[in-house]
């Protein structure tokens, strides 16, 4: 009977924290968003809200969660292949960096495959693709006008999205297996790469004559973010004190992504579900806590910031 009436209460707490995470995010309640255990996350929004700006960091992804995947009907692109717009390589390279995207995509997304299977792939093909830029012997130089005139395009929103992280102080880690010199060159180019921002990325290696001669090391793919990096030391001295993470990716190795970070205690992890959205809605609803469906903004990431700013009154 005790035992009764305690679940009871327990249960009408838990409906009431879903009422108010509701309505304090109304954006959850969009079409295309799924969440798997409404509970857990209105939990975790409220201890995220509770801690305040000043115990938040935000860990993302920048290909295809910060970047949009489509706009108009078009794919668009991934900072690996923003240069097939350009006149930096070859035609050769464009074909055969593409070969390599047909043959890999689809292991990369597929959530069948093991990742000991998926792993030594990967590896392959950023291996391969890393290679063939370096034959194109690309100047330094030339990057920041490939860029700006390229069709990457951020998710909408974005401005709000950084302009509340800088507003608030909460500092933000890209963490990418893209070209950190192309995702450093889109923010620049939309003057988003303010003091708050670092950037975890497949950084590429100039000569002295600025030419293209490698990549650093130790190479970062889809399904290796969780280990076995040296973190970028900006960001961890910004974050050592912040135990609360709002994590956005879009890749089921996203999730990884705040595994190394020191004093971790709670991660909201949300996770831009782009791509064949039926076959892998079960794998993503299963690993993300925030599921959101072909959806081309920062709206749902912006309504939880301004939850937890409001609350902190910044
Ligand atoms: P991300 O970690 O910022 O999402 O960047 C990795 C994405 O880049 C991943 O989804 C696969 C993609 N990619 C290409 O589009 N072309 C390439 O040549 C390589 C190596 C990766
Ligand atoms: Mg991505």
């Known amino acids: ?23 304090q995010v109304p954006e959850l309640n969009r079409a295309g968003v799924i969440i798997r255990d409404a509970t857990h ?59 390599l995207q047909e043959r890999f995509y689809p292991v990369e997304i597929d959530t069948a495959m093991s990742l000991e299977e998926k792993i030594p792939l990967m590896v392959e093909w950023w291996s391969d693709a890393h290679d063939l830029l370096v034959q194109q012997e690309i100047q330094r130089k030339l990057l920041a006008n490939a860029v700006s005139q390229s069709e990457a395009k951020l998710r ?34 939309h003057h988003l790469l303010t003091h708050t921002v670092s950037i975890q990325a497949n950084y ?49 190795g996203d999730v990884s992504m705040a595994n190394q970070l020191p004093g971790v205690q709670k991660v909201l992890k949300i996770g831009y579900l782009n791509d064949q959205v039926e076959a892998r809605r079960p794998a993503y609803v299963s690993t993300y806590d925030i599921v959101l469906e072909r959806d081309e903004t920062l709206d749902v990431p912006n309504a939880i910031l301004r939850h937890i700013s409001m609350a902190t009154h910044l």
């Not at 005790?2 to 249960?11: G, M, P």
């Not at 950084?162 to 893209?178: H, N, Y």
């Open 204 to 252: 590429m290696t100039f000569n002295k004559e600025g030419v293209l001669e490698g990549f650093v090391e130790p190479l970062i793919h889809s399904f290796n973010k969780g280990a076995g990096h040296c973190l970028s030391p900006a960001h961890i001295s910004r974050s050592h004190d912040r135990p609360y993470v709002l994590l956005l990716g879009d890749s089921l």
């Open 1 to 23: 009977m005790v035992f009764q009436t305690s679940c009871l209460r327990v249960r009408k707490v838990f409906s009431l924290w879903n009422q108010l995470g509701k309505q």
């Open 156 to 189: 909408d929103g974005y401005a709000l999205f950084f302009s509340t992280l800088e507003r608030c102080g909460v500092p933000l880690l890209i963490f990418s297996a893209g070209v950190g010199d192309i995702v450093e060159e889109i923010l620049k180019h």
């Open 41 to 99: 996350v209105h939990q975790l929004i409220h201890t995220l809200q509770s801690g305040g700006a000043n115990t938040l960091q935000v860990v993302s992804d920048f290909d295809m969660t910060l970047s949009k995947f489509s706009h108009n009907g078009q794919r668009c692109p991934t900072t690996h292949n923003l240069l097939h717009s350009s006149c930096l390589i070859t035609e050769e390279c464009k074909h055969k960096m593409r070969a």
